[in-house]
């Protein structure tokens, strides 16, 4: 009973790919969201999303594009990866009215 | 800049002491969320706390919101080898309910 749940863990790549890392929940809120964890452990918000709005932080590159197929699920593309986007990426959810956010388990990107 | 600077950095402990971490911002929060990560997963939600001045305990953990809701401690009793960890507090800014900026983060050791 994984509450958040993200595969893969690992994924290595070389620069120029295209990559994916699917996200889902089963705890039936409204809103998810992917951040980005650097080498010294900071964590920034990349996007939140329900089905109604779909907040994009400024400084992320339009490489990057969630894609929800529906409330339980938010995909991560990137598409011409570059060795900057190694990082930790987190899933993670919330439902509107309730405090705190639920993370996954983070899939580590690394592009050589 | 970070908006939320948390302090120490880094922390090393014998077990059995008591420490305090801070995290502090020249911006007004309407709430303040503390999180604890460990190596290879995700964050998880500690504690909520939404009114100026609130002190909330969770076991040996005592988290307090400043009365200006600008700045949060999370204070530590009896530290044990178990509480080593990356702790991140996050806040939630008036109009953007759905949006956490984390903190710096402070890494806690506990030796035994």
């Known amino acids: 009973d994984t509450a958040v749940s993200q595969t893969p863990k690992y994924l290595v790549t070389q620069m120029g790919n295209d990559k994916s890392i699917k996200c889902e929940q089963n705890l039936g809120h409204d809103t998810m969201y992917w951040y980005k964890q650097d080498s010294k452990k900071f964590l920034k918000i990349m996007f939140s999303?329900?089905?109604?709005?779909?907040?994009i932080n400024e400084t992320v590159p339009n490489r990057f594009s969630p894609k929800s197929p529906d409330k339980a699920h938010l995909n991560l593309h990137i598409n011409s990866l570059e060795l900057g986007d190694s990082a930790v990426y987190f899933c993670?959810?919330?439902?509107?009215?309730?405090?705190?956010?639920?993370f996954g388990p983070g899939t580590r990107l690394t592009v050589t | 800049t970070q908006l939320l600077e948390q302090s120490p950095q880094f922390l090393s402990i014998q077990e059995g002491e008591n420490l305090t971490v801070y995290c502090n911002s020249s911006s007004v929060f309407s709430s303040l969320q503390w999180y604890r990560q460990e190596p290879g997963e995700g964050p998880v939600l500690l504690v909520t706390?939404?009114?100026?001045?609130e002190v909330k305990k969770l076991k040996r953990l005592t988290f307090q919101f400043g009365d200006a809701r600008k700045d949060s401690s999370l204070h530590i009793t009896a530290a044990q080898p178990g509480d080593t960890g990356l702790y991140l507090c996050a806040g939630t800014r008036a109009g953007s309910a759905r949006q956490l900026t984390f903190g710096s983060g402070t890494q806690l050791t506990v030796l035994p």
């Open positions: 999303y329900n089905n109604k709005e779909l907040i």
């Open positions: 706390v939404v009114t100026g001045g």
């Open positions: 993670a959810s919330s439902q509107r009215g309730q405090g705190g956010q639920y």
